[in-house]
């Protein structure tokens, strides 16, 4: 059992030794414990101990003059808007009287020892609000869950404004390094690396999704912290909606760190006896630097995965070529050469159904244009499934056009405010996703397209954001926000249920949904619309800090910057899902020829990226030279990505070390010889690339 109370568990604070809770991991520790105050703090947060005695007792720091009381001081667990403190707390709430200041006491604990989960009960001094802090122990993985439920017994409602998930406590009198993404459309996963300093640094989305301009993850690092060493505490939000994140530093030097869902125009009215849970957060710690965080989050994701062990198939997607211009004959002309390339699932973009001829018209009616498909579906279908191919779908399930039957018959169903115009973005509307009746209306129609289609792969998108969130509701028009989510979490969850076996794919404008909330649902992400080969390079290495190469989507396209080698278009697109939207038919046999090399290569190699680690090497984030290796778990099997960007002359060649080695076997490493892995992970590869070359490079164990 990964979790040990060091005293009674069901026991109040009066005891002698005070009640402090270790959990452990296989590598680290958690340790939370009830202060003198009746607070419940975090003990210890880092490498595991040998002894238990070894960990701290609960701190208590005592106020600082009649301006900050112990509140503010000690590193709570679960803070709320009260008494003398003015840190970022997880919990503001308004009782039916007007009261708005929440005091939460601890009550009492539980171990559900078959679930690994320790939950602590907390009681407001006064009112029947009770909240319950989980955490539940994922030991394998060195990763700690935690979320909490708020019960409201009393006869009144409460109305919540700030529920956040957790916050966290990092060791104090230190400096610390915030890694976060920013991004835009077309342009995502900037990475950024900031010196956390005095005050409250935010990151979010209040935009009813993840967003492409931050992401709802962290990584924090002390100054000195690098890829292969240093502490590093990172965490996820389980949440696909609006989030916020706060890293606070105080005046009395402590950094604190807070997640959840975003209390902006947020409100939850927590009806008499009822409860309410909020999104898990997994968090982890490491003192092994950045590449050991990026580990640990993608063994727990990938486990989690709703197709954990299955091997993405090679894609062809048309889009950037033919835009909206798709028809049964040009599509199966596109097939023909795709299935010849090697290509495994042929995926229709948008375009296909009822009157899209741009997007001015046609979603929400999801049924084949009879001009471009006279006779449905099937025709194409079948012929790229006796092609050997999958057939995948593009869906855009949660938008309408005003140009549409859907919104003609239902003009009610969209987020609108009824005095005020609603806001066009891409000529489309959104569909209230927290109406039962709309989440009905897609199960059903989602569902007969299944149903009567052999579709494998459904590319689920969404194409702009929200504005004028109203909600015409008897309840609390607020919970738009969060029932949104849930009712897009009831939809495609009540889809992969009925159909298993179809893999999803979630794309919002490219990366606008990149989440751990949507990977419950989505096998695998379009990470940005942007393709362009030396734009994706540092995409695709910030993307895999957080997220396993088999949910990153790369696609070798012609934007931008066709005239760059094929195959260095191709190994940048191999590092992640390898898929091909290019003009394919304008191909020359010697492209064809080289396209096909490089997708068997990618058929031989892809157990190493899908479902082995990766290492990022020199120059890891920017720089013209960059390189990129992965190693299957058993470090059997390896493959090695170099990059050359442009560098002016003259210039001087790419050194790099291998990494992830077992020390003392013998390693083949493709054009260099073989040596120990010791030898590689000691000595330098030299590589004198030209401008704009790469290469790919095959490690194989050779035994002692
Ligand atoms: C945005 C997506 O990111 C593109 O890949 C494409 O599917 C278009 N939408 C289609 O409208």
Redesign the pocket.
């Known amino acids: 059992m990964p979790i040990v109370a060091s005293s009674q568990t069901t026991s109040q604070t009066q005891q002698n030794a005070p009640l402090r809770w270790i959990l452990e991991t296989s590598d680290t520790a958690y340790v939370v414990g009830v202060n003198r105050l009746g607070q419940v703090v975090l003990c210890y947060w880092g490498q595991k101990l040998p002894h238990h005695d070894d960990y701290p007792t609960p701190p208590d720091l005592g106020e600082y003059a009649s301006f900050n009381g112990a509140g503010q001081r000690n590193p709570e667990e679960y803070p709320t808007h009260s008494d003398l403190k003015y840190i970022e707390p997880c919990l503001k709430a308004t009782f039916s009287d007007g009261v708005r200041d929440v005091r939460l006491a601890y009550q009492r604990a539980i171990l559900v020892v078959e679930e690994e989960t320790l939950v602590i009960v907390m009681q407001d001094e006064h009112y029947p609000l009770k909240v319950f802090l989980f955490y539940r122990v994922h030991a394998q993985t060195n990763i700690i869950e935690r979320y909490v439920e708020v019960q409201n017994a009393s006869d009144t409602p409460i109305t919540l404004e700030r529920l956040f998930s957790a916050q966290w406590h990092l060791p104090m009198s230190q400096q610390y390094v915030l890694t976060h993404f920013t991004g835009r459309w077309n342009d995502e996963w900037h990475l950024h690396r900031d010196m956390l300093t005095q005050g409250v640094k935010v990151l979010d989305s209040r935009r009813i999704t993840s967003s492409h301009h931050h992401n709802p993850s962290f990584l924090v690092g002390e100054p000195n912290t690098t890829e292969t060493q240093g502490n590093c505490w990172f965490g996820l939000l389980e949440w696909s909606g609006n989030w916020k994140l706060t890293a606070e530093v105080t005046d009395f030097d402590s950094t604190r760190l807070s997640m959840g869902l975003n209390d902006w125009d947020f409100a939850h009215r927590l009806a008499p006896d009822t409860r309410y849970v909020s999104p898990s957060v997994f968090i982890g710690y490491t003192k092994d630097g950045y590449t050991s965080a990026s580990h640990a989050l993608h063994d727990m994701l990938r486990a989690r995965l709703p197709h954990p062990d299955i091997a993405r198939k090679v894609l062809y ?1 048309s ?2 070529v033919t ?2 211009s798709v028809d049964e004959a040009s599509q199966m002309r596109l097939a023909e050469v795709a299935s010849a390339l090697g290509v495994e699932l042929f995926v229709m ?3 296909w159904f009822k009157a899209r001829n741009s ?1 001015s018209a046609g979603l929400g009616d999801w049924t084949p244009d009879p001009i471009k498909f006279p006779n449905g579906l099937q025709p194409l279908i079948q012929h790229i499934n006796a092609l050997g191919m999958d057939f995948g779908l ?1 869906l ?1 399930p949660e938008m309408v056009n005003p140009d549409s039957d859907l919104y003609r018959a239902h003009p009610d169903w969209i987020l609108h405010f009824p005095t005020r115009k609603p806001t066009l973005a ?1 000529n489309q509307l959104i569909l209230n996703m927290a109406r039962t009746d709309v989440q009905d209306y897609l199960i059903a129609h989602i569902d007969a397209l299944l149903s009567e289609n052999n579709i494998s792969f459904i ?1 689920w ?1 969404m ?1 702009r954001n929200a504005t004028e969130a109203g909600w015409q509701t008897d309840g609390e028009p607020r919970e738009v926000w969060v029932r949104y989510v849930e009712g897009l979490y009831r939809v495609w969850g009540t889809l992969r249920e009925r159909h298993p076996h179809v893999i999803w794919q979630s ?4 990366g606008g949904r990149a989440d751990m909330g949507i990977l419950n649902y989505a096998d695998q992400i ?1 990470l ?2 942007n393709t362009e080969p030396t734009r994706r390079l540092p995409m695709q290495k910030a993307f895999p800090m957080i997220y396993p190469a088999n949910t990153m989507e790369a696609w070798v396209t012609d934007m931008g910057e066709s005239w760059l080698p094929l195959a260095f278009r191709f190994h940048v697109s191999m590092t992640g899902l390898l898929g091909i939207g290019a003009n394919i038919i304008q191909w020359n046999d010697d492209q064809r020829k080289l396209a096909q090399a490089h997708i068997s290569t990618y058929k031989a190699i892809r157990h190493i990226i899908q479902f082995g680690d990766v290492y990022r090497l020199q120059n890891a984030y920017d720089g013209a030279y960059s390189g990129v290796q992965y190693l299957t778990k058993a470090k059997d099997e390896g493959v090695l990505f170099v990059f050359r960007t442009h560098i002016p002359q003259p210039t001087y060649p790419y050194r790099l070390r291998l990494r992830g080695l077992l020390p003392h076997v013998q390693y083949r490493v493709e054009g260099f010889g073989t040596k120990t892995g010791a030898g590689w992970m000691n000595t330098d590869c030299v590589f004198d690339l030209e401008n704009f070359e790469s290469k790919l490079i095959r490690i194989t164990l050779m035994g002692d």
């Open positions: 997607n889009w950037e835009l909206f973009d948008d375009g997007d593009w855009e891409r590319k998108d194409n794309c919002s404008g490219g379009w940005s619309d």
